[in-house]
C-alpha cells in the first residue's frame, strides 16, 4: 500500500508558476514511476509528466519547456514545478504511482487555478 498526499495547487495569474508536492509514504521502496496527471473540466484526465525511478523523465508535449518534474534524494516525494502557466493549464491535478509489481495509487488532487 502507498499512500499519497498533495500539496501546493491554487489560483495564479497566467505567466505565474506554481510548485507542486506528493508526498509517499508506505511501501515505497516499490514505486517504479512517480508521475502527475491533470483532468479539466469535460476532459479525460491527462498524463503530464512522469519520472521513472532511473531519474528518467517525459512530458506531455503541451508541458515540455515549462513544467519540470523531479523528486528528493529518498525518493519518497516529487514535485511538479510549473511556470508560464496558461489559462489552459487550469485543471485538478493528480499525483500517482505505479509500483513494479503492477499496483497503482492516486493521490486525492490539488486544484489548479490559471486567471487570464
Known amino acids: 500500500q502507498v499512500q499519497l498526499v498533495e500539496s501546493g495547487g491554487g489560483l495564479v495569474q497566467a505567466g505565474g508558476s506554481l510548485r507542486l508536492s506528493c508526498a509517499a509514504s508506505?511501501?515505497?521502496?516499490?514505486?517504479?514511476?512517480m508521475d502527475w496527471y491533470r483532468q479539466a473540466p469535460g476532459k479525460q484526465r491527462e498524463l503530464v509528466a512522469t519520472?521513472?525511478?532511473?531519474?528518467?523523465?517525459n512530458y506531455a508535449d503541451s508541458v515540455k519547456g515549462r513544467f519540470t518534474i523531479s523528486r528528493d534524494n529518498a525518493q519518497n516525494t516529487v514535485f511538479l514545478q510549473m511556470n508560464s502557466l496558461k489559462p489552459e493549464d487550469t485543471a485538478v491535478y493528480y499525483c500517482h504511482v505505479f509500483q513494479v509489481e503492477g499496483s497503482e495509487y492516486w493521490g486525492q488532487g490539488t486544484q489548479v487555478t490559471v486567471s487570464s
Open positions: 508506505g511501501s515505497i521502496s516499490r514505486i517504479w514511476t
Open positions: 519520472i521513472i525511478r532511473t531519474g528518467v523523465t
